[in-house]
């Protein structure tokens, strides 16, 4: 072990140099002060802007989708992805085990309840092979509505985690969601910048979410986004986020309940002066991606995490996964190399195992629970590819 962890050491300092070395730092080279004073000096700081505007068109340029709507955090966006999905208080919704808690936080805040399915061994979101052979031995159409035969709920939708930036198997995904007539939301907050045989993620699927947290390749510094094909959900989304207010002007009327989501301008002008550098971002995270397989590679016990065939993943976050699952050898090696300077973290405790989501439906998570007890994740901003 102690042999093991002096390998990685050596390995990631050959990559990304001495001294401390966070997991994921924000970068500002760009516009960003400016636009921000621009901001202050207009006055024009809250959730109405032209940076918001520029923001949600420069978002439908970069990813190739009609419609985008900013919102205050990824979270807020996930939870408007549900109700916009069609998801009902007392509905389950399958979402994977292997995730971020914000997924299935988001369905808890509809009144839904998630459902835990497992991980692909590559792309790391859900397997649609093991989706299928799931919902087969657990539900049934009912009146055309895909329900849980034990629980007696209905199942609304299937959400889709795009882990670290590497595009999941939409298509096998969707054609599974179309047997059993289910809602597909994307949860795409890692994954701007992210391609699968040329098109941009997010666009599968009803409606897709991205992020903007500090830790992120672009960041408004909290902030998210709603995507979508649809321009009638996109006007439901932004009347939802909008406090559901009608009108403009000095009239304050309003026609149900909403929700206070919307993006301020002040953090959208960092948002707009990000993506005018994403290109060089991306182009820079390849190269610290490319580093870093080539020195794993090397490395006996470990294997560099890599992206599935046909797809161009933004590299959010490099990692390495242990050649034999092992939870000790694993917490063994994040001591160390957090010990010597290098942020290093495993990939997310798995939702079935959080206390507020230990009783809901699960599918078999053989995967998922080999990957938790294996994979690690190492510094990878793109500033360590200068």
Wanted: aromatic share 6%; glycine share 8%; with cysteine.
């Amino acid at each position: 072990m102690t042999d093991l962890a002096d390998r990685l050491i050596a390995a990631v300092r050959a990559v990304a140099g001495p001294g401390d070395l966070p997991l994921h730092a924000p970068e500002f080279r760009g516009n960003e002060e400016a636009y921000v004073r621009d901001c202050v000096t207009s006055g024009w700081v809250s959730s109405v802007g032209a940076f918001v505007d520029r923001f949600e068109r420069m978002l439908e340029e970069v990813t190739d989708l009609p419609h985008a709507v900013a919102v205050s955090n990824g979270t807020a966006a996930l939870h408007m992805a549900c109700l916009l999905a069609g998801v009902r208080p007392g509905d389950e919704v399958l979402c994977p085990a292997l995730t971020f808690v914000a997924t299935a936080n988001a369905v808890s805040h509809a009144g839904a309840r998630p459902h835990f399915v497992d991980a692909d061994p590559v792309t790391l979101a859900v397997d649609p092979a093991a989706l299928q052979t799931h919902l087969t031995g657990v539900a049934e159409l009912r009146d055309g509505v895909c329900t849980n035969r034990t629980t007696g709920a209905a199942i609304r939708a299937l959400a889709v985690t795009q882990v670290f930036g590497f595009p999941a198997d939409m298509a096998g995904l969707t054609a599974v969601a179309r047997r059993w007539n289910l809602a597909v939301v994307e949860d795409a907050a890692e994954a701007l910048g992210s391609y699968r045989d040329g098109v941009h993620v997010g666009g599968d699927g009803l409606v897709s979410t991205l992020s903007f947290n500090g830790n992120k390749i672009v960041t408004t510094g909290g902030g998210g986004a709603i995507l979508t094909r649809d321009p009638a959900l996109a006007a439901r989304a932004k009347h939802l986020t909008t406090t559901a207010r009608r009108g403009s002007g000095w009239v304050y009327d309003h026609d149900e309940v909403g929700w206070n989501y919307r993006l301020p301008n002040l953090n959208a002008a960092l948002g707009v002066a990000q993506l005018e550098r994403l290109d060089d971002m991306l182009a820079r995270k390849r190269t610290l991606a490319d580093r870093y397989a080539d020195a794993l590679t090397k490395v006996e016990g470990v294997s560099p995490l890599l992206p599935p065939a046909g797809t161009r993943p933004n590299n959010w976050l490099n990692g390495f996964i242990l050649d034999r699952p092992d939870r000790g050898v694993r917490d063994d090696l994040l001591d160390r190399l957090n010990a010597v300077g290098i942020q290093a973290r495993p990939i997310w405790t798995l939702m079935h195992r959080l206390p507020m989501y230990a009783d809901c439906p699960r599918a078999p998570l053989p995967v998922a629970e080999a990957l938790e007890a294996s994979v690690i994740n190492l510094p990878s901003s793109a500033a360590l590819a200068d």
